[in-house]
């Protein structure tokens, strides 16, 4: 009868002690703490948002633009009109691999000076991450397999 008796009051204490458990969890209604909205006074930091570019500027059909953006990077904007786009798909083709619209990034006055960047939309923006103080412009262009024909040039950027 002793081990029964063990068993029946070991039991009853880790039923109890799982009941504790599971309602301390629960939260009670005189255990929440209410704050009223109306004693706060927000304040919106407007230094810290950061979403806008600083200088905005229109950007008409048909053109592409290079500015300097935060330390040691450029950023290329681009546009194309939705004829000249459908224009230059026509041109592309859909064969992977034999021409490709592509983004190019020109550095200082070598022709081999450059990196590329393939694009897949009419509009955008792209950032380069640049070292040295040489001049810098960007252009659009269809890329073939032994060539490139540039269809959009922007004007050079010289580093500070």
Same mark, same amino acid.
């Given at each position: 009868? %002793?081990?029964? @008796?063990?068993?029946?009051? @070991?039991?009853?204490?880790?039923?109890?002690?799982? /009941?504790?458990?599971?309602? =301390?969890?629960?939260?009670?209604?005189?255990?929440?703490?209410?704050?009223?909205?109306?004693?706060? +006074?927000?304040? =919106? +930091? $407007?230094?810290?948002?950061?979403?806008?570019?600083?200088?905005?500027?229109?950007?008409?059909?048909?053109?592409?633009?290079?500015? *300097? +953006?935060? =330390?040691?990077?450029?950023? +290329?904007?681009?546009?194309?009109?939705?004829?000249?786009? $459908?224009?230059?798909?026509?041109?592309?083709?859909?064969?992977?691999?034999?021409? $490709?619209?592509?983004?190019?990034?020109?550095?200082?006055?070598?022709?081999? %000076?450059?990196?590329?960047? *393939?694009?897949?939309?009419?509009?955008? %923006?792209?950032?380069?991450?640049?070292?040295?103080?040489?001049?810098?412009?960007?252009?659009?262009?269809?890329?073939?397999? /032994?060539?490139?024909? *540039?269809?959009?040039?922007? =004007?050079? @950027?010289? $580093?500070?």
């Amino acid at each position: 009868m %002793s081990p029964l @008796l063990y068993i029946i009051l @070991l039991t009853v204490v880790l039923l109890l002690m799982l /009941y504790w458990v599971l309602s =301390s969890l629960t939260p009670r209604r005189d255990r929440r703490i209410r704050v009223p909205d109306r004693e706060f +006074a927000f304040e =919106s +930091a $407007q230094e810290l948002f950061k979403y806008l570019e600083t200088g905005e500027f229109h950007l008409p059909d048909n053109s592409i633009k290079l500015i *300097p +953006a935060e =330390s040691g990077h450029l950023r +290329a904007y681009w546009y194309l009109s939705q004829e000249k786009w $459908q224009k230059i798909l026509k041109q592309v083709g859909n064969k992977p691999g034999r021409n $490709q619209l592509v983004l190019r990034l020109h550095q200082g006055d070598k022709e081999d %000076s450059f990196q590329e960047v *393939p694009l897949k939309k009419p509009a955008g %923006s792209y950032d380069w991450e640049v070292t040295g103080e040489s001049p810098c412009s960007v252009s659009l262009g269809i890329k073939g397999r /032994y060539n490139y024909t *540039p269809v959009l040039i922007s =004007s050079e @950027l010289k $580093q500070l």
